[in-house]
């Protein structure tokens, strides 16, 4: 599993064509880990996107990039499973295989067609033992190479443990440095589970609750970024430029500000990076990830990880943020999907 990824999972939908040139530039730039999920309706374009690089050279073969997609929660039923994954391989990426395949969360919906958000009722008993052993299914038929969970706590994996003979790879959850996940990795790492990260960068806003980037706005990051300077954040000199004087759009304070703002990128990327976690990135922008790839070659020092090791903590990602406000949870008890877990 490659140590950096690109993730397809953006709040607004976009057009199919803006996904798949985005995944293209992502391949020409070096990036071998492709993120995408059934909910995220990016299965298609990711797959166009790797076809096209293969005929363009880009890459030798489809074997040359790591592909995962998630199960989503109406598919959480044992006889769903493998249907599922099937339906992503040959309707969608149009691939024999994915790399990595994972339960999306720890939730589990009644079946029928993806809707955003969900309605409560809607929520049911997980089978995820039923779950799991359809997952190790898919792994022994050759059409997923490994197989893990995402959004998932250490209650959650127990209960997989309890039944798997094939253990999760791969846990994928919210991690950065204001939601440092330590008791998961910790447990994670005793089980040989690995552990990735989405929303290294703080996140996007779901929800809608406008609430800000807790990793971008963090005092302690931009300290950090601030000392440390351009030489870390390796900034691409003539776009900052362009930016900056070209366009007559940008004040010297913005400037400014768009520069600390490539500087705290790298250090929260860096960070997660020395953890031993493999971070996936969402952005469509080529060149913020050429930025994101330039994490390498340099360490932070022992005061920044302190520093960051006292940053407060505080969770984005809620199961909540899958289900519409209104109604009421009929099936379920709310603790079972709860995913916060210092």
């Not at 999306?104 to 052993?133: N, Q």
């Not at 809608?208 to 870390?232: C, D, F, P």
């Not at 520093?307 to 603790?335: C, H, N, W, Y």
Request: charge should be negative.
């Amino acid at each position: 599993m490659p140590a950096v990824g690109m993730g397809t999972a953006l709040p607004i939908p976009v057009p199919h064509e803006v996904t798949k040139d985005a995944v293209l530039a992502a391949i020409e730039l070096g990036f071998r880990h492709l993120d995408t999920a059934a909910v995220y309706d990016t299965e298609g374009a990711l797959g166009e996107a790797v076809a096209d690089a293969v005929r363009r050279g880009l890459l030798r073969s489809r074997e040359e990039v790591f592909v995962t997609s998630k199960l989503w929660c109406t598919q959480c039923h044992p006889d769903l499973v493998l249907p599922s994954l099937r339906e992503t391989l040959r309707r969608k990426l149009q691939m024999e295989y994915v790399d990595l395949y994972l339960i999306h969360w720890p939730v589990c919906m009644k079946p029928g067609p993806i809707t955003w958000p969900a309605k409560r009722e809607d929520a049911v008993l997980f089978d995820l033992e039923g779950v799991w052993l359809a997952m190790e299914e898919c792994h022994r038929l050759g059409l997923a190479k490994s197989i893990g969970v995402s959004n998932f706590t250490t209650k959650h994996l127990e209960r997989i443990l309890s039944v798997a003979t094939i253990p999760p790879a791969v846990n994928q959850v919210e991690l950065n440095p204001v939601w440092q996940q330590r008791k998961l990795r910790a447990y994670c790492a005793d089980k040989g589970i690995h552990v990735a990260a989405y929303s290294p960068l703080g996140g996007q806003d779901w929800s809608g609750s406008g609430e800000g980037n807790a990793v971008l706005e963090s005092e302690v990051l931009a300290e950090i970024a601030q000392a440390r300077g351009k030489t870390v954040a390796q900034v691409n000199a003539s776009l900052l430029y362009n930016l900056r004087f070209n366009s007559g759009l940008c004040s010297v304070p913005l400037f400014l500000h768009i520069l600390l703002l490539f500087n705290i990128n790298q250090i929260s990327l860096r960070w997660i990076h020395e953890q031993g976690v493999t971070w996936i990135v969402k952005s469509y922008n080529k060149e913020r990830l050429k930025q994101n790839l330039d994490i390498f070659g340099w360490e932070l020092t022992d005061e920044d990880r302190h520093k960051i090791s006292q940053i407060p903590q505080r969770k984005f990602v809620t199961a909540m943020a899958l289900f519409s406000p209104e109604g009421e949870f009929t099936s379920v008890d709310l603790s079972e999907m709860n995913v916060v877990e210092e």
